[in-house]
């Protein structure tokens, strides 16, 4: 099939590159780093232990094959290896294998890999060309677009890490097949919040296919993963012109992620985020910023993509503290993004996000609450 195409706009200085989704793209990995890099000699496979065995090394080998190197490097899966110890294993390896400036990074797997592999590539030879081949939902429709990649450190998330834009993205579509159900569900979390911030009719789409991308079914999949990149490419390619524009993907994140915080990782990122659009779905509506049923239609949405649909009690001065800790502050008081209504982010003067002054984001929420 001809694979549907997003161009991203990287800004910066940097290279746009377009994101290719196709059922059965995967196969045809040799051909893609052929048109998008042809300069690289050599591609190392970068996925984790459970990706590796599913897509990993039928990739490694195609490329081998093509006399494209195709070596397969293996991290353990889980966010506990997104981590500089991993980053200097893979290196080391480059170096032992002989990998030089003329090398490039094929990353498959989820976000972990993505991440962790993008930074590997942003910084090997002080940078070498990365294509991203996600293969869990929330890489598809949210990490492997907009260029971050990093790992953690023990303070936190994401702590160190570079822009290094791919050379392409392949999506296929397919590979959901083997993703747990649960991870599906999370994926739509995503899916979800780019409906709530900016398309309405997106959002009862993806309530209409949700059973179906909950079964993988591919044309289900492929339909959701590519209205969503449209609109995180979109948002990441009008960046640099809107002011700060970027900011709205943190809808539901403000609270979301203060919440997986709280739980010790222990709460799943999608289903931390569903909670999160619920409480700042029911803050936008209590300041009447958002009109009056935000928060319900956004629960409807949740319980189709079996994600949490009603809000659990809080603590509300633990997440104050946690999200005064976070990035998502301004002069030391909490940033939340409201909507307007479903499809829609309310803006405050030139600002994308609601700062909300002294102890009002804590009363607040304590009201809510209660
Ligand atoms: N760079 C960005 O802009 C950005 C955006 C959002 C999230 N992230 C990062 O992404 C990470 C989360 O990504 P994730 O949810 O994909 O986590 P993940 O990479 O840990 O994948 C989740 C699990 O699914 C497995 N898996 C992945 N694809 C599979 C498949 N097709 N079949 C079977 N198993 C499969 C993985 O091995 C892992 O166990 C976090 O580290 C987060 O910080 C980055
Ligand atoms: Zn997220």
Partial sequence: MTPLEVLVRAGGGLHDYPVRVAIGIRRDVVGQVREVAAGVRRWAVVSDDNVAPLYGADVAESLAAAGLGGDLLTVPAGEMYKSREQWSALTDALLDAGYGRDGGIVAVGGGVVGDLAGFVAATFMRGVPVVQMPTSLLAMIDASVGGKTGVDTPRG????GAFHPPRVVLVDPETIATL??????????EALKHAAILDEAYGERIVAAAADVLDADPDAVLGVVHRSIQIKADVVSRDEREGGLREILNFGHTVGHALEQASGYELAHGRAIA???LWEAALGESLGVSGAG????????LRAAELPS??????AGEIDDLVR????VRDGSPRVVLLARVGEVAREGDAWSHTL???EFRLRLERLAG
């Fill in 157 to 160: 998330k994401n702590l160190v």
């Fill in 180 to 189: 747990p159900r649960a991870e599906r569900s999370n994926g739509l979390a």
């Fill in 275 to 277: 909670l999160g659009m």
């Fill in 294 to 301: 935000v928060e319900a239609r956004l629960g409807g949405w």
């Fill in 310 to 315: 009603e809000r659990i009690d809080i603590d």
């Fill in 325 to 328: 800790l976070d990035k998502k």
């Fill in 357 to 359: 002054a002294g102890d």
